[in-house]
């Protein structure tokens, strides 16, 4: 068996591109789906799988572990940079698929067969507006619980919100105030059962992060995201001694590399690769064998489209370490159309029973793709009152 072509299919989803990777071989109707989106990229990732097809045309797609070496390895600069592991993400991802689908089984039997029955889902509500805080008005916090409660309705046990507003290196107690309602709001509307996550999106300072933590402490978090900047390695390290919320991050690291220092300074309760972005389902199967390592969760960054859904949930099923995975359902009304999966979703706890389907289990309709091309996505942008550039 050998790669005749890989191919990308980009599809717009609102507020990013999908990017879908096709490793076509010379086995008729034998194929694999990979992802690669990268928001505000599109255009960046697409030449670098191009660039990278040029190695991989005429290979085996089964030699998978070779195939990854070479991706990173046969230029002078390693697949460390987002744009460069991504592009491998998407390509390894397929590759997985190809070979599940080769050899009959789901992508979760190629690594020791399914540890659990099923896979737990979260949603995201999504963020505040910290211009709409003041002392009396406080119309985040009440919306805030409109959408818990809407996602407990919809059979969710757990969900993740930025309740966390964007804030300089160092502010007042406003922003800790407002953050610490919302979180408060939403406790109160779905009670202490339910479990809420707060993502920071790394916008804070490591002080700010810190002060956040220790604000939303009583709240008993199932875990609080990113709260600073993933460079700050100690910054983070420093918030998870100080709180006995368990700190989340590693959506913006790529390689095991990173998680190696994460790990070695006891940063982080729960590690959060990107499969798109980190390296794939090979790196990420290093990467959970590190959590195995140290006794820590995981639990994927899974914001994209379908394939990157399939993949984390494979992953999930043969991970002992991995607790749950980020679902998204209503990004765009037509999502199911584009996509036909092997698992199911039980509504009740919103939990997936295994894959059945050979590979991913997944297969796309590329005439739905077709529909929705590319569009160029509108650039985030966040300036703090005094002018200067802040993280969104």
Known sequence: MKITAIETRVCNARMRNWVFVKVITDQPGLWGWGEATLEWHTRAVVGAIEDLASLLIGEDPTRIEHLWQMMYRQHFWHGNGIVRGTAISGIDIALWDILGKSLGVPCHKLWGGPVRDYVRLYCHLGGGRMEDFYETKTSDAARFADLALRAVEEGFTAFKSM???????????????????????????????????????????????????????????????????????????EIQRAVRTPIATGERLITQHPFCELLNKRAASVLQPDITHCGGLTEARRIAGLAEAYRVALAPHNPQGPVSTAASLELGFATPSYIICESVHSDVPWRSEIVREGFTVEKKGRIVRANTKPGLGIELDESVIAKHPFQQEVLQRHFYPDGSVGDW
């Open 163 to 237: 309740a966390v507003p964007e804030t300089m290196p160092l502010e007042g107690n406003r922003p800790v105030r407002y953050a610490e309602q919302c979180v408060a709001s939403m406790r109160d509307a779905v009670g202490p059962d339910i479990d809420i996550m707060v993502d920071c999106h790394a916008r804070p300072s490591p002080r700010m992060g810190l002060l956040f933590a220790k604000a939303l402490e009583p709240y008993n978090l199932y875990f609080f995201e990113e709260p600073c900047w993933p460079e700050s390695i100690d910054g983070i390290a």
